[in-house]
């Protein structure tokens, strides 16, 4: 552990992370396991990310975490931008609240329901409307606090029936839900819009194709609702849409509308087409669904009592991870998009325990990649070339750098990305043109 100084003169310790290969918790596999049905889940376990406890319940490995902590750290930028206030909320919830609102029977079989050792019902939270809504209710009093939205990033649990396909259909998942309380409807459909423009970045951030369409609100919501489907041909979701970017909609309300592919747009901008796609993101209007049920009032203007109104905002984090594979691999593994990538660059030295010279090379490179703030992982194994170059491939690094005895003589590095068949050569001593390639 070393010191240093920042701009203000104060003492700042950290400790550097030296990420080898050998080091790291990983362990990937050749053979595509047998209970997986679609290619993330097949990836997912082969590339070490998730362990699989039982079913649809999954251990999170560190290469899978990164990817994780990467989603949410673009999420929780976005919404700490727009002003939301990051909580944390109990997983285990009261089941007198769920009576209140009338969701205990309602919600159905997916909800977990247990007892303490006095007998008392509770719930293993798969969303958290009730819990936020009173919780508010006893911190808000005057419409001067309002609006007001608060999040989280937590674990979630669904008693899936049949859980399938990894983590796009677990019982435990990770998510962000967000919840906000206004004393009129324009102020929700401010934010609404807020957080609907939220959401395209957050997705145009991590790298995803996708598409917003108007929706249910299921058994969560009765206004106005949009999900956030990343495209992909196993989505179990069909999505009715047109070119113009005018009309996307599930393809439940399109059907609600009387529309089918191949007919003309409610808005006359072409055929609607049809596609698929994987939901990760569901936004609602609630209006005083909740409010009113659990009696979370304020004050208004006039000294009068009235209900809270409400939007909920939810994204799935550990969804995303699965989705992203779907729409970006190919048969030799994943091809993480940059901005979720566990690391962005690695680095294979042929010789690494034979050659002084590759060994000096290689470790001067790794420290010049991190200290220009790059995420390097080293593959420091007595490994063969081909079996150390198909790994990387596997679990998805964008950029790969070979470093050997051969390129060293004549002062390159071999370059390679991971959406690339070929590789180039490129000086070594040139580590800004390095670090563009990896930029």
């Not at 001067?364 to 990387?392: K, T």
Request: net charge negative; aromatic share 8%; with cysteine.
């Amino acid at each position: 552990m070393t010191g240093k100084y920042g701009n203000n003169g104060i003492a700042i310790l950290f400790t550097e992370i030296i990420m080898y290969r050998s080091q790291l918790l990983l362990t990937t596999r050749k053979e595509t396991p047998a209970e997986a049905e679609i290619v993330s889940h097949q990836l997912m376990l082969r590339a070490g990310l998730i362990h699989k406890l039982s079913s649809g319940l999954y251990t999170w490995l560190p290469l899978g975490l990164r990817v994780l902590q990467k989603i949410e750290r673009v999420v929780r930028q976005e919404m700490n931008a727009i002003g939301c206030q990051e909580i944390m909320m109990p997983c285990v919830q009261p089941a007198e609240l769920w009576h209140q609102t009338k969701r205990w029977e309602a919600y159905g079989n997916e909800l977990l329901k247990i007892q303490d050792r006095h007998q008392r019902e509770f719930c293993y939270a798969p969303t958290a409307e009730e819990v936020v809504t009173k919780t508010l209710q006893q911190l808000l009093s005057s419409y001067k606090q309002l609006p007001v939205t608060v999040y989280q990033i937590t674990n979630k649990f669904r008693d899936e029936i049949r859980p399938r396909f990894g983590i796009l259909r677990a019982r435990e998942f990770i998510m962000k839900d967000a919840y906000s309380f206004h004393l009129s409807n324009d102020s929700l459909n401010e934010t609404y819009q807020r957080m609907f423009k939220a959401y395209h970045r957050i997705l145009d951030n991590l790298g995803l194709a996708f598409r917003a369409v108007s929706a249910d609100g299921g058994n969560i919501g009765e206004g106005t609702s949009h999900e956030f489907q990343i495209l992909a041909d196993i989505g179990e979701d069909e999505i009715l849409y047109n070119d113009a970017g005018t009309y996307a909609a599930n393809v439940e309300i399109a059907a609600k509308a009387g529309l089918k592919a191949g007919d003309i747009s409610p808005d006359g901008q072409g055929q609607l087409k049809s596609t698929r796609g994987i939901e990760v993101g569901h936004i609602f209007q609630l209006g005083d669904k909740y409010t009113a049920a659990l009696n979370a009032a304020i004050t208004d203007e006039n000294g009068n009592r009235i209900n809270m109104l409400m939007g909920c905002y939810g994204f799935g984090v550990s969804r995303v991870v699965a989705a992203a594979i779907e729409q970006h691999h190919d048969n030799k593994g994943i091809i993480w998009p940059s901005a979720i990538a566990p690391f962005a660059v690695i680095i294979i030295p042929i010789g690494f325990h034979q050659s002084a010279k590759v060994k000096k090379a290689t470790e001067r490179l790794y420290h010049q990649l991190q200290d220009s703030g790059i995420e390097v992982l080293l593959d420091d194994r007595q490994e063969r070339p081909g079996m150390m170059f198909n790994e990387a491939e596997l679990i998805g690094i964008p950029h790969r750098l070979v470093i050997s005895d051969r390129g060293l003589s004549d002062k390159t590095v071999e370059y390679k990305s991971r959406k690339c068949d070929n590789s180039e050569h490129i000086d070594i001593s040139d580590i800004e043109k390095i670090i563009r390639y990896i930029d």
